[in-house]
């Protein structure tokens, strides 16, 4: 099918041509952004595919050039047979050269509209599409769940797959662990257990949580981020995301919004592992584990890594920690961006790999501009306007990567 035009191919295509250009498909190939959006995404129409006996592949990568090459390390198959001229080729969160069908966030979330195709690819008389992972992509885009679609919301309330209470958005209950790995904050103790663990033993909390301990905890960690010397007035708004979570009492994880943070976690740091619990398959103890070796590099990062601040970029010199992993790089700008940032776009740079976050607008401008301007026959970038990932020579001099990144971004 590849070498065929479909208008399932444009971005806002709608669900059912999107849905059409993969019901009667031998076999389809699902190419993913790394992160956890697009992740949740091919998820759910992979799961889809499945129940609808179509076999597939998901993969995800942080280019789409990428997208030629394989790699055990980044994708799952069910059953691995494919490779025809007849084959259909899903591109979702980016846009892959010669794809059959595109699921691209557009005005919303990509897991959102995968969650439209999957409704329309669900047999009929069958159950639809998992909820809690086109929410949990949702969360992981940086979105409110109810923001852009409050019925998929309300159905998950309703049936009592969510709940609102107080506390802190954790995958685990852990709280010590939940503190001091998650990445929708950047607190003192963030990337640090023990740290953590100091910070609730000061409390004098039950054995048992309830409401009352669970509002502590969220207040310790609001207060802590928000009373930080080096924090940013951005930095008590964003540490939002990280507090009054959805509760999921009966899911693999305990709220939907630590679910979002190990499904993102797990897409930057091993892909193949966020592919394989985007799959339903039981990957929850090396996701996590993914999701603790994340936030350890990374918040470690955004305390100790050089910066400079020019006129409207704020960069961020990566230390061995990061610096060759765009995974780690990008959740290093983003947590910048929200809670040190003085500067409306942050750049953290690694070796030939380049991460953008920026609070409204420039971040694909400056990171297509990086590739072309300095990429090699490696050159490579991805993103959209708030952030994007670009790969290019090692050895450019950074004063002129710098440069044109500002340039290009204002």
């Known amino acids: 099918m590849s070498a065929r035009p479909d208008p399932a191919d444009a971005p806002d295509a709608p669900v059912e041509s999107v849905a059409a250009a993969l019901r009667d498909a031998p076999f389809v190939r699902v190419v993913c952004r790394a992160d956890g959006d697009a992740l949740a995404a091919g998820g759910l129409v992979a799961r889809t595919l499945r129940r609808a006996g179509v076999p597939f592949h998901v993969r995800a990568v942080a280019f789409p050039e990428d997208a ?101 958005a954790a995958p685990v209950a852990d709280i010590a662990d939940g503190l001091a790995h998650g990445t929708l904050a950047h607190a003192s103790f963030s990337g640090d257990r023990e740290a953590a663990t100091a910070a609730l033993a000061e409390l004098d909390l039950p054995a048992e949580l309830d409401a009352d301990a669970h509002r502590t905890v969220a207040s310790v960690l609001a207060l802590d981020v928000a009373g930080d010397d080096a924090a940013t007035t951005r930095a008590a708004e964003a540490v939002e995301r990280a507090v009054r979570p959805y509760a999921t009492p009966n899911a693999t994880f305990a709220t939907l919004g630590g679910f979002a943070d190990v499904l993102d976690a797990a897409a930057r740091e091993r892909p193949g592992t966020g592919v394989a619990l985007a799959l339903g398959y039981d990957a929850r103890v090396p996701a996590l584990e993914a999701w603790r070796d994340h936030a350890v590099a990374v918040h470690a990062d955004v305390r100790e890594a050089h910066t400079g601040r020019y006129e409207g970029v704020f960069v961020v010199r990566a230390t061995d920690r990061t610096a060759d992993s765009v995974g780690r790089l990008a959740t290093v700008a983003r947590l910048v961006r929200d809670f040190r940032s003085p500067e409306p776009f942050v750049l953290a740079v690694g070796d030939g790999l380049a991460a953008a976050a920026a609070v409204e607008r420039g971040a694909a401008d400056a990171m297509s501009a990086v590739a072309e301007e300095f990429g090699d026959d490696t050159g490579a970038w991805d993103g959209d306007a708030t952030r994007a990932v670009a790969r290019f020579d090692a050895d450019s001099e950074e004063a002129e990567v710098i440069a044109a990144v500002r340039e290009a971004s204002t």
Do not use: C, M
């Open 68 to 168: 030629v090459t394989s790699s055990a390390d980044d994708s799952e198959s069910e059953p691995a047979v494919g490779g025809s001229a007849d084959d259909a080729l899903l591109s979702v969160g980016t846009r892959v050269s010669g794809a059959d069908a595109t699921i691209a966030p557009g005005d919303g979330t990509a897991s959102l509209r995968a969650h439209g195709v999957a409704e329309a690819l669900t047999p009929e008389g069958e159950a639809g599409p998992d909820p809690l992972l086109a929410l949990a992509g949702v969360v992981a885009a940086g979105e409110h769940p109810g923001a852009a679609d409050g019925g998929l919301l309300a159905v998950a309330e309703r049936t009592g797959a969510v709940e609102r209470r107080p506390g802190i």
